[in-house]
């Protein structure tokens, strides 16, 4: 008599759970559980192995890593809160999350996950949470393609004119279209702002004021965490390195061959290429433990099972007469 009514107060707890679990719930956390795995395959296909052995000694390479993923997160929620005159203040973590979205799992992707969020604040459509964060794109799309233009007339400026012919190259492709999409998404941006975007010429110089400090910022730590894992290179050689390493970024396709093949070549560096690519390794990996942090952190799942109440279906070890007298009161 004890087990059946254990049995009884077991199986009416799952049909108790399952007629809680709405479509929209499941798939949420089926999501949810999905990128999370996605983000471990990523390490995975890395190496843990590999990652064990290139990471750096220095403490302050890791802070700087945090940094690399603060900083464009922290310029996101500055422009979102200028743009909409801090009207919505949505938190830190949905910002996050959108970075992580962007940035490890699919491009823009963050963008239609930070519009839904967006159209569930009263008054505010779905349609206008897309202007508002079309906006923001616009804005964040031009300054990159803007950073990739001030760079290279730096290197011109400060005569590194050779270092460009070899990336020239290495691959004419990626130079031309480099080329072509900078210059070009940087004319439309400025010549049809007004068509494209419903902010204001001052608002928008101030937005992209923002996202042009997040760029300087963002290179200044990249610059400095390569100089803490491979010390005893000057400045001037980790700025070609950057410049290298940004347009190789830009590339469709090859970018990574274009990059490996010219950036080992620099004079002045102070390592072999065994160093310069564990270097990079170390980047990457420590990126990808970020991206899965800040997901695991903002993913609410502590709300999601209390939604669906699942919790309290997971202690079973209460005796026949406390299952038998909750299911008597219909309650737990």
């Known amino acids: 008599m004890t087990q059946l009514t254990y049995k009884i107060g077991i199986d009416s707890k799952i049909y108790d759970f399952l007629a809680r679990c709405n479509f929209k719930t499941i798939l949420r956390g089926t999501l949810l559980i999905s990128i999370i795995a996605y983000l471990f395959y990523q390490l995975t296909k890395i190496g843990w192995s590999e990652i064990l052995h290139t990471l750096p000694s220095s403490p302050l390479f890791y802070i700087l890593s945090i940094g690399t993923f603060l900083t464009p997160v922290i310029a996101e929620m500055m422009s979102f809160r200028m743009i909409t005159a801090n009207k919505f203040p949505i938190s830190f973590k949905f910002f996050a999350r959108k970075h992580v979205l962007n940035k490890a799992v699919l ?89 494209l975007s419903n902010l204001s010429y001052a608002l928008g110089a101030k937005v992209t004021g923002v996202f042009l400090l997040r760029s300087a910022i963002f290179a200044c730590i990249l610059v400095s965490q390569w100089s803490l894992a491979i010390p ?58 970020n991206y899965l942090i800040a997901f695991i952190l903002t993913s609410d799942f502590g709300k999601l099972l209390a939604k669906i109440k699942l919790l309290p279906y997971l202690t079973f070890g209460r005796s026949s007469h406390e299952l038998t007298h909750q299911l008597t009161h219909n309650r737990l």
């Open 232 to 289: 005893g290179t000057d400045l001037s050689t980790w700025f070609l390195f950057l410049v290298i390493f940004i347009l190789s970024r830009k590339s469709p396709v090859g970018g990574e061959f274009v990059f490996a093949s010219i950036a080992v070549t620099l004079p002045g560096l102070s390592a072999d290429n065994a160093s310069i690519a564990a270097m990079l390794v170390s980047i990457i990996a420590l990126n990808q433990i």
């Open 107 to 195: 491009s823009y992707s963050g963008e239609a996950y930070l519009t839904q969020h967006l159209s569930t604040y009263e008054n505010l459509s779905l349609k206008n949470s897309a202007i508002i964060i079309k906006d923001q794109a616009l804005i964040r799309t031009f300054v990159a393609n803007l950073w990739v233009i001030i760079l290279v007339v730096t290197a011109l400026a400060f005569g590194n004119r050779h270092v460009l012919q070899e990336i020239a190259t290495a691959s004419p492709s990626l130079v031309i279209a480099v080329s072509f999409i900078c210059v070009a998404i940087c004319l439309i941006a400025v010549l049809f702002f007004k068509k």
